[in-house]
């Protein structure tokens, strides 16, 4: 019995059918969760230490970094049994749709500092960083991520149920 298996097993009706219609949500969004606390980690580190200056180029980076575990965390877990591409053009439209992400996940921050400015000297430096962290970890991840679900299912792995067929769940 697989992982998944076991915590499928354990969820009570209604809420097992629902988990199983939804699982390929449930995992995008259990992926996301990882590579968002990457992202986040990075992101901080980076900002704080050396792209004090520089807090966009610093959010690219931890974008980028998450995006290469997002690749792999969704082909073999999330989207495990959809594709339809060969590997070398599925990774290519993967990261061309990161890439796209990458402005949308930006986009918040960039509006939240120079538009709104919402940065030293025009705020506080508590005020600033918690802007950046609602428009850059909050606003930015979560239309992001919508970005992205939609342009995976949609581009990347188009087809259903043409990899590993996923198992069927014994009954409690």
């Known amino acids: 019995m697989s992982m998944v298996e076991a915590v499928l097993i354990r969820i009570p009706q209604p809420y097992r059918d629902v ?6 949500l449930i ?4 992926v996301g969760g990882t590579t968002w606390v990457i992202d986040t980690a990075v992101f901080v580190l980076l900002k704080n230490t050396f792209l004090v ?5 610093a959010k690219v980076f931890a974008v980028l970094v ?10 073999e877990w999330s989207f495990r049994t959809r594709g339809g591409r060969e590997r070398h053009h599925e990774a290519a439209l993967f990261f061309l749709i990161s890439g796209l992400g990458v402005a949308v996940y930006t986009a918040p921050l960039a509006v939240s500092r120079y538009i709104f400015d919402l940065r030293v000297p025009e705020v506080t430096l508590f005020t600033q960083e ?6 850059g970890q909050i606003l930015g991840v979560l239309l992001g991520m919508a970005f992205r679900w939609w342009g995976f299912r949609r581009f990347v792995f188009p087809d259903e149920n043409v990899r590993r ?4 769940v014994p009954q409690a």
């Open 19 to 24: 988990a199983i219609q939804y699982r390929e």
């Open 66 to 75: 998450a995006t290469i575990v997002s690749y792999i965390l969704n082909r």
């Open 165 to 168: 067929q996923v198992p069927k």
């Open 130 to 135: 918690i802007a950046d962290f609602i428009s």
């Open 27 to 30: 995992k995008f969004a259990l």
């Open 53 to 57: 200056e520089k807090p966009i180029t």
